[in-house]
Every structure is written in C-alpha cells, then in structure tokens.
C-alpha cells in the first residue's frame, strides 16, 4: 500500500508540473494554477508558486550551473546531485505546513505513526522516484553526447515501466523537452510526431 501511495504522490507532482505548462487545463491559466498549488499541496506541502519559476529556468538553463534541477560540480554522482536539488526545493515554511496537517490529523484522533507512513514516506519515496528517473538518468551525463541543446534523454524503451517509474518522465524525457506542454499521458505518441 506504500508504494502505491507513494506512485501516486509521484503523480500528483506530475500533475502539478503539467499545470506549470498549461497542459492540465489548456488556455485556462488560473485553473492550472489553482490544480497546480493544489496537487503540490497535497503531495508535500511544496509552494507552486515558487517552484513554477524554477522548473521554467530548469527549461531555459538545462543541465547547466543556472538549472536549479542540475549539479554542474556532480554531473555524474547521484548522491551529491540529489542533495543539491533537495536544497534547491525545501523551504522552512514547507515544514510548517507539513506540521500544522499532522497536528490537525492528529487533533481529529489519526494516529502520527499512521501520518508517517501512509502520507510522509510516501512522499519522501515519491522524491526519491521523481529525482532518479525524472530528472538524473534523463539528465545525467555519460560518454555519448546529448542529441540537442535540451540535454536530455529518453530512458528505457518506454511503456508500462516507463508508466510505472515516472508516469514518462523518464521513458520520454526527451520528448517532454521538446514539446513541454504536451500533457504525460501523450508523451508516448509524442515521440512518433516529434524531430528525433
């Protein structure tokens, strides 16, 4: 049951993303805002308004020292990459948020440990799925060269595990950065339309 929770906390951050591009409510600015800062809400607190300005310079700058989503200095290490994006995305007021939720769940008799791992670890599990194969493997660098400025690649054949590990954003990473506001649901045929 974690890991299905944790899937779809993974999918309320996609959702939130697609809202950054217009995707979820085409031509319809204020809804996709409105969905937007709900879904990041919902999955971890996070400030839609903040990150939205972010994961645009992630699009102007990718894989550069100005992309908040990148580590220039560790291009290559997980670890130290993870540690620099986590940065980039905490806030204080993040934490309070998440507090004032539990001690509301907690004042309507739900119990801390049931918070913990029916919505915390979820989210922290879908921080670890969306960093690894939405942003690392589709940006990381390696001995072949990128195939554009976009400096991202596709991993994986695509398909149900490309569904499972990152609702596409790893399977067609590539494709996302072609076509940003294309929703995650059509990156699949995304890639039969689009310039290799």
């Known amino acids: 049951m974690v890991l299905v929770q944790a899937w779809l906390s993974t999918g309320l951050f996609i959702i939130a993303h697609d809202c950054m591009h217009g995707a979820f ?13 709900a879904a990041l809400m919902l999955y971890a607190g996070l400030d839609y308004d903040k990150m939205a300005p972010a994961h645009f310079a992630h699009h102007r700058h990718v894989g550069t020292h100005n992309d908040p989503d990148f580590n220039a200095d560790a291009p290559h290490t997980p670890g130290r990459w993870f540690l620099r994006f986590f940065g980039n995305y905490y806030t204080h007021m ?19 440990i049931n918070f913990a791992v029916f919505w915390a670890v ?17 940006h990381r660098h390696s001995a072949s060269p990128f195939a554009d400025q976009h400096r991202a690649r596709s991993v994986g054949a695509g398909g149900l595990i490309s569904l499972i590990s ?8 590539h494709e996302h ?10 990156l699949p045929d995304a890639r039969k339309t689009l310039p290799a």
Do not use: E
């Open 122 to 138: 979820p989210a922290l599990l879908a921080l670890g799925q969306l960093f690894f194969f939405g942003t690392f493997l589709p």
């Open 166 to 173: 990152c609702f596409h954003f790893g399977g067609y990473h």
């Open 94 to 112: 993040q934490l309070v948020r998440i507090t004032v939720v539990a001690c509301i769940y907690m004042a309507l008799g739900a119990s801390l």
């Open 25 to 37: 409510a085409p031509g319809r600015r204020g809804r996709n805002r409105t969905a937007g800062r």
């Open 177 to 186: 950065h072609l076509s940003p506001q294309t929703p995650w649901w059509r």
